[in-house]
């Protein structure tokens, strides 16, 4: 576990260096409030926002302790990607089929950059919490079938699983990863295991459709008119590049029936994570964020290819080219783009912390919503210190920021 969670720090150690970005501001602004104690009842009762309450409650305790200190944001996600490398560890040993192939496959799990925006944007930060209570879930439903006393491991696993709810809307599509891991002998009996689950996700999904003016189904970025035919297997095809087609190869041409048919096992379970997402409208390429579920099904194929070889030697190099693949991308072309990403906030906030005049903002690629919440949470500056208009910026006295033009 020490050295899956040191493979973990070391892939994701440029987390630690980029700043926030565009929706982190507004997010932490809203978790103020709504994320506090005195909110609570505010956020189970928005139709929007309760099923994300647990990234609410996570980003309301970091800013209590650390403010928008980016270094201990990030700091919190990769300790949870941590945690989520360990669950994959957890699930692989007790899921018989898969425990030859379990440290191997949270090995990789851990460095994979496939699923970097999961672990590098804080906002992104559902997608982490989502995993971990659902993986918690499925390792204790799985676990209590050989425990002497089950049902308590039977409760916990409904407790997290009511938590996976509650942290992002596809949590639901967890319910066909349990009925996947069933053995063929024991299915019928299984099936009954996982009705309390698929009464929790159908309670959640009633939860989402309660209004008819949530946004998360009207903001036009899903629809069942969108061509999941090409989506869908467009971006398993994209998760398996390039160590996924590899692991395919080795497991067909090493491999014996029964591991064939165990590889298959974790092609469903990428195929099924996929599922809430493949109504995208936008694109047909999911984003890296929405894979990380998936890539635990991934993980699992590669872990099982690398568990053909005897040759531990050969293990061993085949684990550090993944290492250093990975981790390549990560440090240089993902940690690029993420400071990219972050540049209009944080020019922004250089710039309030430097001037004590209003600040007219002539250009700005983000919506306003996103500025004023930078210049709040970020330079400690009201957002009635923004001004959008010329005539308001002559009144005011006000300095002009344009982004991309430094000291305009």
């Keep these: 576990m020490a050295l899956l969670a040191a493979l973990a720090v070391v892939a994701y150690l440029p987390s630690f260096g980029i700043p926030l970005i565009a929706d982190d501001y507004p997010n932490v602004?809203?978790?103020?409030?709504?994320?506090?104690?005195?909110?609570?009842?505010?956020?189970?009762?928005?139709?929007?926002?309760?099923l994300r309450s647990t990234s609410y409650?996570?980003?309301?305790?970091?800013?209590?302790?650390?403010?928008?200190?980016?270094?201990?944001?990030?700091a919190v996600s990769v300790a949870l990607h941590v945690i989520n490398t360990w669950l994959v560890f957890a699930l692989g040993l007790v899921w018989p089929r898969m425990r030859r192939a379990a440290f191997w496959a949270a090995a990789f799990f851990a460095v994979h950059e496939g699923h970097q925006e999961a672990v590098m944007w804080y906002s992104a930060i559902s997608e982490l919490l989502m995993f971990g209570f659902g993986a918690g879930a499925l390792w204790c439903w799985l676990k209590a079938r050989e425990a002497k006393r089950g049902w308590v491991l039977e409760v916990a696993s409904w407790a997290l699983f009511a938590l996976a709810l509650i942290s992002k809307e596809s949590a639901v599509?967890?319910?066909?990863?349990?009925?996947?891991?069933?053995?063929?002998?024991r299915w019928k009996r299984g099936l009954l295991h996982v009705a309390p689950f698929a009464l929790f996700a159908a309670l959640s999904v009633l939860s989402l459709t309660a209004r008819s003016d949530n946004f998360r189904l009207h903001d036009g970025s899903f629809s069942l008119h969108a061509p999941f035919w090409l989506t869908w297997p467009h971006s398993i095809a994209r998760l398996l590049w390039i160590w996924g087609w590899l692991a395919l190869i080795a497991v067909f041409v090493l491999g014996d029936k029964r591991v064939r048919r165990t590889a298959a096992l974790s092609l469903a379970w990428m195929?099924?994570?996929?599922?809430?997402?493949?109504?995208l409208t936008y694109s047909t390429a999911i984003?890296?964020?929405?894979?990380?579920?998936a890539s635990a099904g991934l993980a699992l194929l590669v872990g099982l290819a690398m568990a053909q070889y005897?040759?531990?030697?050969?293990?061993?190099?085949?684990?550090?080219?993944?290492?250093i693949e990975n981790a390549a991308v990560l440090w240089t072309r993902k940690r690029v783009q993420f400071m990219e990403r972050s540049a209009p906030t944080s020019e922004l906030i250089s710039t309030?912390?430097?001037?004590?005049?209003?600040?007219?903002?002539?250009?700005?690629?983000?919506?306003?919503?996103?500025?004023?919440?930078?210049?709040?949470l970020g330079a400690g500056r009201p957002p009635s210190d923004l001004v959008w208009n010329a005539e308001a910026a002559r009144s005011r006295g006000a300095v002009t920021f344009c982004y991309g033009r430094p000291g305009h």
């Design 29 to 50: 602004a809203q978790a103020i409030t709504d994320g506090a104690p005195a909110g609570l009842g505010t956020l189970l009762h928005d139709a929007q926002f309760r």
């Design 57 to 74: 409650w996570v980003w309301y305790a970091v800013w209590r302790a650390a403010g928008m200190n980016p270094a201990a944001c990030h």
């Design 173 to 185: 599509i967890f319910v066909p990863l349990f009925a996947l891991t069933i053995e063929r002998e």
């Design 271 to 279: 195929a099924i994570a996929l599922v809430p997402y493949i109504f």
């Design 287 to 293: 984003p890296s964020r929405q894979t990380y579920l």
């Design 310 to 323: 005897a040759n531990r030697r050969t293990v061993a190099v085949l684990l550090t080219l993944i290492v």
């Design 352 to 376: 309030a912390r430097h001037t004590k005049a209003a600040i007219w903002v002539q250009c700005f690629p983000l919506p306003p919503i996103v500025a004023e919440a930078a210049i709040e």
